[in-house]
């Protein structure tokens, strides 16, 4: 195998399993064993928000080629530096604890009974050694974790839908698709696909690879981008399918919560699919495909800093162990809590993220600064209304929202900042930047 295609695959799972953690493996199961006869049309929205929308951010890193703060840059520097720093502390309060989390309530305290603060404590010891390890972060996630990571969940799905009796029930969703968008928001790959993509970038710079030039690492960006989101999308929708699938099969207590209905849902697949030996391997799948992505979290998080700090080792080190101890502290809230919190910062930060995404892989005549500040603006005050009405829901609100198309799906910013693009981008001055 020549160089360049070692470096190809090592960079697409490492990509790969910076983007699978906790949610991603979690949320697709349940979320097609609730859509039933419907699965399809969920996996499609899901796949919208947890598939291409991320591989389109990881196409935008490969353009910039820089840090998360050049994704907003063109809106203004102090946007940009208050977008970062909310994003940054949105990953290392959230999705980074969630994997300690979920790793504790399906690999650990099931076979050893231990408490959330030992394995949350050990977990992200480990974590900032990967981290502070910084230049084998490559090496040892694409070339060791993530393979065993997606045979491993091929055999389940594998096994799993040949076993089942390919029969599903009824959905329980009025709208699947949209269904499936608002549940991608959960797996934060948008948020995860401005993260991990510059901890691609600065991982490239360590390695000291032959992919100087730019053009050449744009091109192994963009492969690797491509590669990975492929495998995503058979994992995802393998995932979907064996939840709808076996859904008449795997009884789900209803009165559980739901972080413990998508643990018995997944190990009541893989124990169908690998017997007893299923356990094993759902604690070995959960507790890597979570543990990768925190590294990726805590390390771009580290990078973030570090740069603030005119590239100081001290703020890396410094960044990365607060971020880790804070992981330690919010790890032994419950999967279930920790998505109750995020939801509504999720519906404030993700539709920024999405226009900031899709933005930058415009060429820069068409999407110039006027462009970033006006669609930008427009997505910021049509969230709005779905963040207050999800804290604090009231008529006076529905009656105003009730005008704005899709609010009603917690997706009213999606015409707004459609509409005010394609305005902006009419009206602006020709080859000038605003």
Known sequence: MNIQRKELLVTSFALFSLFFGAGNLLLPPLL??????????VAVGFMITAVVIPIIG???????????????????????????????????AIPSPRTASATHEIAIHPVFGTSPLLTSSIYFALVLVFVLNRSKILNLIGKFLTPFIVIMLLVVICIGLFSSSLATGASSFETPIVSGILEGYQTFDAIGAVVVGAVIIVSLKFKNMKVSQFESKRKLIRQSGFIAGSGLFLIYAGLIAVGAYYGSQINIDAALSTDMQRANLLRGISIAALGNFGNTVLSILISLACFTTAVGVVAGTADYFRGLFHKSQTAYVATAVIACLAGVGVGQLDFHSIIIIAYPILLFIYPITIVLILL???????????????????????????????????????????????????????????????????????????
């Open 32 to 41: 097609g064993y609730n859509s039933g006869d419907s699965w399809l049309w």
């Open 58 to 92: 990881i196409l935008a890193h490969a353009k910039l080629q820089g840090t998360m703060y050049d994704f907003g840059k063109k809106v203004a520097p102090w946007f940009s530096s208050v977008y970062c720093v909310i994003v940054y502390l949105i990953s290392v």
């Open 360 to 434: 930058n892989v415009l060429s820069d005549k068409v999407a110039t600064p006027l462009v970033f500040r006006v669609v930008v603006l427009v997505t910021f005050v049509f969230s709005l209304p779905d963040v207050i009405g999800f804290v604090r829901p009231s008529e006076q609100l529905q009656s105003i929202t009730a005008y704005i198309p899709l609010a009603k799906h917690s997706l009213g910013w999606v015409l707004p900042a459609l509409l005010a693009f394609t305005i902006t981008t009419l009206v602006q001055p020709k080859n000038k930047e605003v």
